[in-house]
């Protein structure tokens, strides 16, 4: 039940969403869209951003970051759920959208090559994991706000042709995907 009430809200405010961006919107137009009382929304979620970042997770959860296929999909379903997105990456906020998704990305492609290479990073690895995360995600932007024409299986293999070495052979063993 819980989670049927956390898809609900979540609609309620992509519908919202639509109309104007995350910073203009009030938590009280978000339950007066879903028909519940406050009490209600804030007992699943601590403030819209919170609930953007829940959207955001409840998607990203299902896909597996090294398979070209599964990314590719991932890419698709921004593009189909693009205002969403759109207002994720304009959001200028105290805590920007963009700012869970890079630590989101970052701890899953960490969590990855710690598990592949027996745990311990060294601070180079770690750092090119971050520089990794950060220019998909911006290129993950750029394809979704400015890019009609490359398709999504085309934009995840150039992201994972841009991967450092280092990262290729701890993620895929013999390197390059």
């Known amino acids: 039940m819980a989670e049927r009430t956390k898809l609900w809200i979540a609609e309620a405010m992509k519908r919202l969403l639509a109309q104007k961006p995350i910073e203009n919107l009030r938590v ?10 406050r009490p209600t929304f804030y007992y699943h979620f601590k ?10 997770f409840q998607s990203a ?10 990314a590719a999909n991932g ?9 969403f997105y759109k207002r994720a990456y304009e959001d200028n906020s105290q805590s920007p959208m963009w700012s869970y998704m890079l630590e989101y990305f970052v701890r899953r492609y960490t969590d990855i090559a710690r598990e592949r290479s027996g ?6 690895t ?5 520089l990794y995360c950060y220019g998909t995600l911006g290129m993950t932007r750029e394809w979704l706000l400015k890019d009609n024409i490359t398709p999504a299986e ?20 013999t390197g390059a995907p």
Not at 47 to 56: C, E, G, R, S, V
Not at 75 to 83: A, T
Not at 119 to 124: E, K
Not at 126 to 130: E, F, G, N, T
């Open 28 to 37: 009280t137009e978000i339950c007066r869209e879903a028909e519940i009382e």
């Open 47 to 56: 403030d819209k951003y919170d609930l953007m970042a829940w959207i955001f």
């Open 61 to 70: 959860y299902g896909t597996d970051v090294l398979s070209l296929e599964s």
């Open 75 to 83: 890419l698709k379903k921004m593009r189909q759920d693009y205002i």
């Open 119 to 124: 745990g311990v990073l060294d601070t180079q």
């Open 126 to 130: 770690l750092y090119s994991i971050r």
């Open 154 to 173: 085309t934009a995840v293999e150039m992201m994972f042709r841009s991967m450092p070495e280092t990262l290729q052979r701890i993620y895929f063993a």
